[in-house]
């Protein structure tokens, strides 16, 4: 079991920036891979970011090029680098660790973080 807690999220400016935290239970340096979810209201919950033990980086289309994902194993934490937030990214962000199981994956979940965009 790992546990997870979120930090970071808040109330931006569109064009502004944030950076969310994800502090694990346990340490992450086995874990598959480490990502940021969202799920916005009324929607379904979707991938942002992955990061992956191999350090290989997976991003939605739509944060590309303004968000970043990175890791501190350390210390066991992730980040995600939120730039230029547009209003569409106001969403619960929740944090993600992805472990090697038979026959899937099983996975961990924080419990989210509000992010809210706007003016």
């Known amino acids: 079991q790992v546990q997870l807690v979120e930090s970071g999220g808040g109330l931006v400016q569109p064009g502004g920036s944030l950076r969310l935290s994800c502090a694990a239970s346990?340490?992450?340096?086995?874990?598959?891979?480490m990502g940021w979810y969202r799920q916005a209201p009324e929607k379904q919950r979707e991938l942002v970011a992955e990061l992956s033990s191999g350090s290989i980086t997976n991003y939605a289309d739509s944060v590309k090029g303004r968000f970043t994902i990175s890791r501190d194993n350390a210390k066991n934490t992730v980040y995600l680098q939120m730039n230029s937030l547009k209003p569409e990214d106001t969403a619960v962000y929740y944090c993600n660790a992805k472990r090697v199981g038979v026959p899937d994956f099983i996975y961990y979940w924080g419990q989210g973080t509000q992010v809210t965009v706007s003016s």
């Open positions: 346990r340490s992450i340096f086995s874990m598959y891979a």
